[in-house]
């Protein structure tokens, strides 16, 4: 895994989901103009990236097929779209950046779903374009393409009034055991060994931006998600988004 790209919070009100992330120190963008966005865009210096997106914005005949299996029939990929509406938790998904999309995927299709071309919009009338695919185990993040253009325009800062300047790390809850799960990552991903930590019933993948880390469970789900650096308001604010901030550089 070369480096986070981004992580996805889920919002039932994608304007009040903008309010809390401004009030609690941070620059937000519509992903759209404002009247037909379903995101927003939080850019952080590390070339990461946070993603508000609105659940209640996902046509309800697209959720329908999805619970009732259909959609993963046709496409695995937006299967996990579709499954946003349903999942329990404010974190939805992770995503890791690959600059060899088209390499990685025929490394790993028979695993995996079709190639998507993203595209979308922005406000000031650009269009982004990006490739992405996700691997068959919904648990897993998904990988995605450089932003052509560039992702970030000039009229828009990754520069925060908190301070914030990055992710530290990202909690990943399982139900598979350690043992498993990580030689099915690291065959997967192609990690390299000294990337990969194991402390006790635990472990972990540092990437150059962020380490992930995966505990036993219960259940499958992103937990928590820590930036970087401390910052009380952050921490007082976005609590209730699973997303919390660290001392550590």
């Known amino acids: 895994m070369k480096r986070i790209d981004h992580i996805i919070i889920r919002t039932d009100n994608l304007h009040q989901g903008i309010k809390e992330f401004q009030e ?78 088209h390499t990685s995927y025929e490394r790993v299709k028979r695993d995996s779903s079709k190639v998507i071309h993203g595209k979308r919009e922005k406000p ?13 185990n919904n648990h897993w993040p998904f990988i995605i393409s450089d932003y052509v253009p560039e992702r970030m325009s000039d009229d828009e800062t990754n520069i925060h009034p908190n301070g914030i300047t990055g992710l530290q790390n990202i909690m990943v809850s399982c139900v598979a055991d350690v043992a498993t799960l990580t030689a099915q990552m690291v065959k997967y991903y192609q990690l390299d060994q000294d990337d990969v930590r194991v402390h006790g019933s635990c472990f972990s ?24 650096p401390h910052s009380p308001m952050v921490d007082e604010r976005l609590k209730h988004y699973g997303i919390s901030t660290t001392d550590e550089g």
């Open 24 to 101: 609690a120190g941070f620059q937000v963008y519509y992903g759209r103009k404002p009247e037909k966005a379903y995101n927003a865009l939080i850019y952080l210096q590390d070339d990461s990236f946070i993603e508000l997106v609105d659940v209640t914005r996902i046509p309800l005949v697209f959720r329908e097929l999805t619970r009732l299996g259909i959609i993963r029939l046709l496409h695995p990929f937006y299967d996990r779209i579709g499954n946003f509406a349903f999942k329990d938790g404010p974190i939805l998904d992770y995503v890791i950046y690959t600059p060899n999309i």
């Open 124 to 136: 000031n009338g650009t269009v982004v374009r990006w490739y992405c695919f996700a691997p068959k």
């Open 205 to 228: 993948i540092q990437t150059e931006n962020s380490k992930i880390t995966y505990v036993p469970s219960n259940e499958d789900k992103i937990s928590q998600v820590t930036l970087r």
